[in-house]
């Protein structure tokens, strides 16, 4: 099922049509930007409003914001150093095991939006 | 025996009957009418111990009805339905029997109101479950089976083991609220964590599920880790052991979700985090707590139904949900894109989705009762959920870089078991007093103040802040072909290749001992055939002078000694 050369968008459905914008580069900086944007806002309505809050850390302006940062770089940061030591070849566990199995056909309706 | 007719009688009954019908709509809508049936039966049920009967002169319960049960029941029931209708096209009269079993054993087992009867149906979840992994028919699916039953047939032994030591010590075999102390609770407490996939007991999770069908995958992830949330918020409330192991259950599968290539194992990582929430709620065992874990267990049914949906639906059409092959599939699978982002968001939480209304009620007595730093990792988990489920996901599999695939849009019956999903993910999370009303205690909780949406979106969009920057760097690693090493390794490779190792030495000291003392055996054989063989000393005949001569020479000596 690979791209074919003749792959005409217009056998996609029409909401898949509309959605190809996203092909553009240009629409994704787009997106991206109006999230650095978005997050500015965000962090400055913390000294907007009076916070209802339980933990002495809560009140730390933009706390949510600069925990879910931090710790979701270190999660990843982390993650990658877990493969050093984890990663293994798909065919580790084989035979004993699905991963390196190709899914069955029986078990699925392969088709494309050419067929 | 019984003056209401216990709802899962009905699966069986329609497990019974369905191979008698033609394997077409009609056995299909059959499938899906039984969870119907079902429902409307939990649904008017009254209160109360239903189904006594003393069998061998103890006394069991079939039907105990109370809200913490209703709302268990229904919610499986509701699961059961929507996976059903996910899994119309399907034929094989070996996986419907099972789903149906499945399903039943689950709904008989939260209204089982003794030791006996849960064990019973505890087992019948392992039995009846472990054929949707079969079903894939591979010799990879069928070892992946092997260790699942095992693992679960194991854990029913033990539950079998705790409730027999628990009739000895208490006379009793009601299960009710239960104090860890004796052996036997202990064990039934063992028992329910294999099933809840506590840390170190939870590869099953992560090795069955994706080993399952497309559809099997989806039924699988509804009911046994649910049915043990059940089983510890009813035995074992305010356990506050249960609010660290819940802790770390949130926290180190969010680890291997990142690194995960096969998308359907990362669902089942993060399963194994939502599970985490719901084990603190039981831990902490406030009326607030004990509500939000019943809360979070209805809204994750249903949003990891979904994903798990979106993500079959996917592979359905493609043939694999790693990952390293998939993306781009926006542009032709773009309903199922936008039910996988919709589950996505109902597990991160986001305001307006299910996950928003009840995680909150957790994460925020955590605060309430004083476990900062429990708080502390379940925010950063709710943080790393995201990061995860709610990006990685729909990420990998609809956008990225652009796969080639260009597979069609998921079938209608599929597109519509997601449709109703994602509506009610939505409706929860938008309008959620109809569920808080179901809850086993009474509500006074606003999930929706200033505050809360606030600081959600900050905690929520700064994460997506963190995965944009880290992809744009290129520090976000990559999606690889591989397999990462977890606690399974050390009964797949680890005692295996000890025992291995084992056997070959015990088999080489005993046959370098056999060596030495067949050696040592010849050498004395030889010396006595030496000495006394034909051709020995001991056997020369001595001449008569000989004996003459020693025999004087005794006699001498003799006289001698005499003589002085």
Not at chain 2, 49 to 78: C, P, W
Not at chain 2, 225 to 241: D, N, Q, W
Not at chain 2, 296 to 306: E, G, P, Q, R, V
Request: hydrophobic share 50%; glycine share 8%; net charge positive.
């Amino acid at each position: 099922m690979a791209r074919k050369a003749e792959d005409s968008t217009k056998d996609y459905p029409a909401l898949g049509r509309k959605l190809l914008w996203l092909d553009n580069m240009k629409n994704v900086n787009r997106i991206v930007y109006g999230l650095y944007g978005l997050c500015a806002v965000l962090f400055l309505a913390d000294f907007f409003y009076k916070k209802k809050t339980y933990v002495a850390i809560e009140n730390f302006p933009g706390f949510y914001a600069l925990y879910g940062f931090v710790m979701c770089a270190a999660l990843v940061i982390c993650a990658r150093g877990m493969r050093i030591f984890l990663m293994r070849d798909e065919k580790y566990y084989a035979p004993k095991d699905v991963e390196s199995e190709p899914f069955p056909e029986s078990d699925m309706e392969r088709e494309t939006v050419h067929d | 025996m019984t003056e209401y007719f216990p709802p899962f009688l009905v699966y069986v009954i329609g497990a019974i009957v369905l191979p008698f019908l033609p394997n077409d709509g009609r056995r299909a809508s059959l499938l899906l009418v039984v969870p119907l049936i079902g429902a409307s039966m939990i649904w008017s049920m009254p209160e109360g111990m239903h189904g006594l009967m003393v069998l061998a002169g103890v006394e069991m319960n079939f039907l105990r009805v109370d809200k913490l049960s209703t709302i268990f029941g229904l919610v499986f029931s509701l699961a059961a339905f929507l996976s059903l209708l996910y899994a119309w096209h399907v034929r094989d009269t070996i996986q419907q029997v099972a789903t149906l079993l499945y399903a039943g054993s689950a709904i008989g087992a939260v209204f089982a109101g003794d030791l006996g009867s849960l064990f019973i149906f505890w087992e019948g979840t392992a039995i009846a479950s472990v054929f949707l992994i079969w079903a894939r028919r591979t010799e990879g699916a069928y070892h992946t089976g092997m260790r699942y039953l095992i693992i679960q047939i194991a854990s029913g032994v033990i539950l079998l083991a705790g409730a027999v030591l628990f009739y000895r010590d208490t006379g009793s075999l009601a299960f009710e609220k239960m104090t860890l102390g004796s052996l036997g609770t202990w064990l039934i407490f063992l028992a329910f964590g294999i099933k809840c996939a506590f840390p170190l007991l939870h590869n099953w999770l992560q090795d069955s599920y994706p080993a399952a069908t497309v559809t099997g995958t989806v039924i699988l992830s509804s009911f046994t880790t649910k049915l043990a949330v059940y089983a510890l918020a009813r035995g074992f409330p305010g356990t506050e052991m249960l609010i660290y192991i819940g802790a770390t259950m949130t926290l180190f599968p969010i680890f291997y979700a990142v690194i995960e290539n096969d998308l359907r194992r990362v669902l089942a990582y993060s399963l194994n985090n939502q599970l985490g929430f719901m084990v603190v709620g039981i831990g902490i065992g406030t009326e607030l707590s004990l509500n939000g874990t019943a809360a979070h267990a209805f809204a994750h049914i249903l949003y990891k139904s979904l994903l798990f949906m979106s993500v079959g639906a996917v592979l359905f059409r493609t043939g694999t949900a790693k990952g390293s092959e998939l993306g781009g599939l926006y542009r032709t699978m773009p309903l199922t894109m936008i039910f996988c982002v919709i589950g996505a968001a109902s597990i991160s939480a986001f305001p307006l989705f299910s996950g928003f209304v009840t995680k909150s009620l957790i994460l925020s007595d955590a605060a309430h009762e004083g476990y900062y730093i429990v708080w502390g990792i379940l925010l950063f988990a709710s943080a790393g959920v995201f990061h995860h489920s709610g990006i990685k996901i729909p990420y990998f599999a609809f956008f990225a870089h652009d796969s080639g695939l260009r597979p069609k849009e998921a079938p209608k019956h599929m597109l519509w078991a997601m449709g109703i999903t994602a509506f009610l993910c939505v409706a929860i999370g938008v309008y959620p007093e109809p569920l808080y009303a179901l809850l086993p205690y009474e509500v006074e909780y606003v999930p929706y103040t200033t505050t809360h949406v606030i600081t959600q979106l900050q905690l929520l969009f700064f994460s997506a802040l963190a995965f944009t920057v880290l992809m744009r760097t290129g520090i976000y690693p990559p999606e690889l072909k591989s397999v990462n090493l977890d606690f399974d390794w050390t009964y797949r490779k680890l005692f295996p290749a000890i025992l291995r190792h084992a056997a070959n030495f015990v088999s080489t000291v005993m046959a370098a001992g056999s060596h030495f003392i067949r050696r040592k055996r010849e050498t004395v054989i030889r010396g006595l055939y030496q000495s006394h063989g034909p051709e020995g000393r001991m056997a020369k005949v001595w001449p008569t002078g000989s004996m003459v001569l020693w025999i004087a020479i005794i006699l001498s000596a003799t006289l001698i000694v005499n003589f002085f």
